[in-house]
Each structure stands twice: as C-alpha cells, then as structure tokens.
C-alpha cells in the first residue's frame, strides 16, 4: 500500500492576526510547517507527503523541507 499524507498549509494568517502566516512561524528555532514536515517525514508508512501552499509561498517550501 502507497500512503500519501497531504499537509494543508494554504492559509494566509488573517485570523490570526499576524503578518506572518500561521505555519511560517517559529518555535523553538523552526517553523510549524518544519516541524509538520519533520514528524510526519519521520512517519515510517508515509510514502509521499504532498503540501498545499498559497501560491506566493510556493518558492519558499524548499527552505522548509529539511529534515525529511
């Protein structure tokens, strides 16, 4: 079986109020998105790991995927 793990990250941050949206804040040192990366790359039946960016942050999404 082939498991596709699809990370929803599309949004923009309105509601939280926050210049930066809400997956491209740090804690700790990383972003939410590195550390959704990260635990879910780590996930030993996840095959794929497909994420759902706004458009204008696609470019970003190599900086994010260390660690998986």
Do not use: W, Y
Not at 18 to 40: D, H, M, N, V
Not at 63 to 68: D, K, Q, Y
């Amino acid at each position: 079986m082939h498991v596709v793990a699809i990370i929803a990250a599309g949004g923009r941050g309105q509601r939280l109020g926050s210049a930066t949206p809400k997956q491209f804040l740090e804690i700790g040192g990383k972003t939410i998105l590195q550390r959704t990366l990260e635990t879910i790359g780590s996930h030993r039946d996840i095959d794929e790991i497909v994420l759902v960016l706004p458009p204008e942050r696609v470019d970003d999404a190599a900086a994010h995927r260390a660690g998986i």
